[in-house]
């Protein structure tokens, strides 16, 4: 359980907003005086999704049910703020795991009822698009954002705080999903290193110890001849448990035995993984400069969000790619990567400013929750018409993965 308590000078004309999560398997609550991060709490149920493999939607909606209430109130006791003094209260209702959504869609409406205050429903991943916005006041729009995590890829070009254009997303995985899948089919958290670690830190760690990538393991080029920008991860992951299962069969190992070149192995993964983000990533940005979108636009960002954005290997090859577009590659601090409160409370602190989806007490009833949801308008079917052909920029970190 993470809790926090941090400064309490701030303006009396920013909004007082608290923020709830709870779209998948982390509960968490946020107190926000405009930009000013006042308190917030984090209840995490990584240890139990380790033991089950994974993510249970009942054992998660059990967890957030046990939590939630503790969360927030113990949020608003280190904030030394009362629920009457709130302007607001933002909660996630879209997109996630739909078990996990209602638990908070029905505590957003019962503090709602009780203190009589606004609710303002959150899009978790419009949140997490612009939480760096509360890091850096200098950021401003337009921008790109690619968001990367365990359950989403979405690529998209980001107009206003309510203003999305889709430029590409996952048909198939996640990556975060990819990498999770892989690395528990290797049984990394056999080794006392990676046995408290996510499959996606495992596997940038294992990365990072390799000093010399060899060429033993080859993964394909996701997509290479669809110029698009949609991203596959299936490919990848069905060919690396097809070359781990002929490995252990070659080697005969042992059942709970992991590969003796597991090192490389991991590197070869992360690094065809990041190749493929980046090439798609590319297009997009030719194709917004194609469009002419960023033609004023004197600072060009792209954003990198979502729990994988924390993956330094990732974030460097991103941002060495963007260096040679003229674009700068800006993450959340890692923390404000993954799930939180904070970042549902600054979109809600962000659309109350605007008056955006504000609902009154009386009005409550008509808000709901959707598993599933567009991130913003669809621009897929305009990328593939330009049948975009891209001159792949030499990436540094990618160095030792470039394959014929």
Known sequence: MLVRTLKRNFSSRSPLILGIESSCDDTGAAVLKGRTLISECLASQMKSHLSFGGIIPTVAQDFH?????????????NA?????????????????????LLVGIRYARHMSRKYNKPLIPIHHMHAHSLTPRME??????????LLISGGHCLLSYVKDIDSF???????????????????????????????NKNGGQSIEEAARMCTEPT?????????????????????????????????????????????????????????ALTRHLCHRTQRAIEFCEGQHWFDNV?????????????????????????????????????????????????????KFKRNLDIY????????????????????????????????????PILKPFARP
């Open 165 to 195: 254009l889709l430029l590409g997303e996952s048909i198939d995985d996640a990556p975060g999903e990819c990498l999770d899948k892989i690395a528990r089919r290797l049984k990394l958290t056999n080794l006392r290193q990676f046995s």
């Open 80 to 100: 030394k703020i009362e629920p009457t003094e709130l302007d607001g209260i933002g909660f996630t209702n879209r997109p996630g795991l739909a078990l996990s």
């Open 360 to 395: 009154p007490p009386s009005k409550i009833d008509d808000l709901d929750f959707y598993a599933k949801s567009p991130l913003g308008d669809s621009c897929i079917d305009n990328v593939k018409e330009k049948n975009m052909s891209c001159n792949w920029i030499k990436i």
């Open 215 to 271: 060429d033993k393991y080859h993964f394909p080029l996701m997509l290479k001849y669809y110029r698009d920008c949609q991203f596959s991860f299936a490919g990848l992951k069905n060919t690396a448990l097809r070359s781990i299962k002929n490995e252990e069969r070659k080697l005969n190992l042992d059942v709970d035995a992991v590969l003796p070149d597991y090192l490389d192995f991991c590197a070869n993964v992360l690094g």
């Open 136 to 145: 850096n006041e200098d950021i401003k729009f337009p921008f790109m954002c």
């Open 65 to 77: 049910r046990s939590n939630i209430d503790y969360v927030v109130t113990k949020c608003l006791e």
């Open 298 to 350: 004197e600072e060009r960002r792209l954003i990198i969000s979502g729990g994988v954005a924390c993956n330094d290997f990732i974030y460097t090859a991103l941002s060495q790619m963007c260096e040679n577009l003229n674009f700068k590659a800006i993450r959340p601090s890692k923390k404000l990567c993954m799930d939180n409160g904070i970042m549902i409370g600054w979109n809600a602190v962000e």
